[in-house]
């Protein structure tokens, strides 16, 4: 069974530019998650989604948005980037009937 | 509010010794607890659970947990520790409300 995907491993922006990030979880797996990690701030949760619908939340400010498709995967999205952005960022799938979640290797994402 | 807390930035711990990663929660009702494992440039693997019942829960690779309710605690552990543990380390807990938080991590250095 294949892993979470998430594409592409390595991104480099600059600021002020938006970026997409792409998730695809274990097949079967209906609910996506989102973090962002960072030295000072470690894992940080961004929003879950499960069967299209965001059913949490973090902390992040309105430039951060996702959204999931019918097949599950997963897509988020940040605009207007800010150096601070700069993060490896997450995604995680979980399905039925464990509550553990699986977690892809993650985009680096550097903000210049 | 929920949180981890893991009091150790790093442990350090010679190879065939035990090792003890220490987590505590805060959270309402009966979450689920977990501990990951993260290599360098990797994302988070999933080493164990508790759900309910009995408090001593084995994972992956020799490692098991002691789930303590009194001190609300989740103590990773392991017999006889290799070089090949030394990584990063995070406990989360999930609340039924959906939500994951982790930890701030613990790095494991486990000296041959």
């Known amino acids: 069974k294949a892993g979470v995907t998430q594409t592409p491993r390595y991104l480099i922006k600059t600021r002020g530019q938006q970026v997409t990030l792409s998730c695809s979880p274990i097949s079967g797996h209906r609910s996506v998650s989102w973090y962002q990690q960072t030295p000072g701030q470690g894992l940080q949760f961004l929003f879950e989604?499960?069967?299209?619908?965001?059913?949490n939340k973090g902390n992040f400010p309105g430039r951060f948005s996702g959204r999931q498709f019918s097949n599950s995967r997963s897509e988020m999205n940040v605009s207007t980037l800010e150096l601070g952005d700069s993060a490896l960022y997450l995604c995680?799938?979980?399905?039925?009937?464990?509550?553990?979640?699986?977690f892809g290797q993650g985009t680096r994402l550097t903000v210049v | 509010a929920q949180s981890v807390a893991q009091p150790e930035d790093q442990v350090n711990v010679a190879e065939g010794n035990p090792l003890t990663v220490k987590c505590t929660y805060s959270?309402?009702?009966?979450?689920?607890l977990f501990w990951y494992v993260q290599y360098p440039n990797r994302g988070l693997q999933f080493l164990l659970k508790y759900i309910t019942g009995d408090n001593l829960v084995k994972g992956s690779y020799g490692f098991e947990a002691e789930f303590n309710k009194s001190q609300t605690s989740f103590h990773l552990k392991k017999p006889s520790a290799l070089v090949s543990d030394s990584a990063l380390y995070f406990c989360?807990?999930?609340?039924?409300?959906?939500?994951?938080?982790f930890g701030a991590g613990t790095r494991l250095f486990v000296k041959a």
């Open positions: 995680a799938s979980r399905g039925s009937p464990g509550p553990e979640a699986f």
């Open positions: 959270v309402s009702g009966n979450p689920y």
């Open positions: 989360a807990v999930r609340s039924r409300g959906f939500k994951t938080i």
């Open positions: 989604y499960f069967s299209e619908t965001q059913r």
